[in-house]
């Protein structure tokens, strides 16, 4: 069978001289073929996709372009990597719209990555593809459009709250979504921009990936860890952008991994983050602007789209990606494992696998505890009584020396196996 051979989409034909044609204007990107110029431009201007090799060299020759000069251009480009042979079957099952649409994406897919294929294999991976999006601030529902502009086939948004004039952004919720559920504003939003998304959830289906906006419910990101699915970390607020870490659950540092390296250095980081991740601000309360929130979505999104796509590894792997205004610049911090953290066991042990753990105030300074780390844990009657708490129903504990400061419970639904306790609001 016969290629198909097109010209890589972005590349202009240009011409240095009389003797080279040059593809591509940015030397980053641009080659140069030393040939004929009007024989070059000749062949160049019927690689468009429509005709394999034969016919390209049959109609050159109807313009006194012969069969070894088409042969020669040709192998030149190929050699330098200028062509694609974009799948003819797959072309003919898109829509002329969504071929139209996503067109831009397969193009830049395919220079980026040097496919060969016009971004045949990332647009198959990515309509295969279920993105999860967990919070729909502005943040969450910026990421949820891009990744359905890019030709992901499945993105569902989960939050339960109500969308607010200051949720409203361009690449998210409209006017027309303030007052109903922010879940079915970033449902609309997508499907603004790509109407053939799917957006309902379904529990049935595990992700391909998980989004975590905000400050993360621990039980979720070690839920997602337990059960092997990736998930990225991504958060704007206090004139700051956070991209990652993304989470790749058995071969990179989990988010117990960065919270643990940022206790070793700062004690008090375990009372911090208690409260942090106790529940998101209102949107109008966060010091996140529109250009703040599009510019941390974006490289959220090329960071999920890497990692959907298979292509390489993802510079938010053991690291945080930072934007820290009103510098213009990314910072990439790394996070290595961490190794008080279990995060390599989890996957094998559940939360009831792990023996109860005994902890007495004399013991403990300043710790967080997630499910992972105990499944059933005995504090002292000093403190509580004796209090028998299980795993799943404890987000965060925080402990202090005195005694226990700060105790949030949540989940299924808290209980205590200890009558004698009232429980904890």
């Known amino acids: 069978m016969y290629m198909r051979p097109a010209l890589k989409v972005g590349l202009r034909p240009l011409w240095r001289d009389k003797g080279t044609l040059q593809l591509g204007i940015d030397p980053r990107r641009a080659r140069a073929l030393h040939a004929d110029l009007g024989k070059a431009l000749g062949v160049v201007s019927l690689l468009d996709g429509s005709r394999d090799t034969h016919e390209v060299a049959r109609t050159a020759e109807a313009y006194g372009i012969s069969h070894h000069d088409v042969d020669r251009v040709i ?64 943040v969450g529902a910026s990421v949820a459009t891009f990744l359905a502009a890019s030709g992901v086939g499945w993105v569902s948004c989960v939050d339960n709250g109500t969308a607010e004039a200051a949720d409203v952004t361009p690449a998210g919720i409209g006017v027309d979504g303030v007052g109903a559920g922010r879940a079915v504003g970033v449902a609309r939003a997508v499907h603004r921009v790509a109407p053939e998304v799917h957006t309902a959830h379904d529990a049935r289906r595990q992700p391909d990936l998980v989004v975590l906006t905000g400050w993360p419910d621990p039980l979720l990101a070690a839920a997602l860890t337990r059960e092997r699915i990736p998930h990225l970390l991504v958060r704007a607020d206090e004139g700051i952008g956070v991209v990652g870490p993304l989470v790749l659950p058995g071969r990179s540092a989990c988010v117990r991994c960065v919270n643990l390296s940022k206790a070793d250095r700062d004690p008090a980081w375990p009372r911090i983050l208690a409260q942090a991740s106790a529940g998101q601000p209102p949107a109008a309360a966060q010091a996140c602007d529109t250009v703040l929130a599009a510019a941390t979505a974006a490289l959220a999104t090329a960071q999920a789209l890497m990692l959907l796509d298979r292509a390489g590894g993802p510079a938010a792997a053991n690291a945080t990606l930072e934007l820290v205004l009103p510098d213009w610049q990314w910072q990439r911090r790394a996070w290595p494992l961490h190794p008080a953290c279990t995060c390599s066991a989890a996957l094998l042990l559940g939360p009831h696998d792990v023996s109860a753990a005994l902890f007495f105030p004399e013991n403990v300074g300043a710790a967080l505890f997630f499910p992972e780390d105990v499944s059933a844990a005995f504090f002292g009657a000093e403190d509580i009584g004796a209090a028998f708490f299980l795993a799943e129903n404890v987000r965060a504990a925080l402990f202090l020396a005195e005694g226990v400061e700060v105790f949030r419970m949540v989940g299924h639904a808290a209980r205590l196996l200890d009558p004698r306790l009232t429980p904890f609001p």
């Open 75 to 138: 192998g030149l480009l190929a050699t330098a990597g200028l062509l694609d042979d974009f799948p003819t079957d797959l072309r003919a099952a898109l829509p002329d719209y969504l071929r139209g649409r996503i067109g831009p994406e397969m193009a830049c897919a395919a220079l980026a990555y040097g496919h060969a294929d016009g971004g045949a294999a990332v647009l198959a991976r990515r309509r295969a593809a279920y993105a999860q999006v967990h919070g729909a601030g502005r």
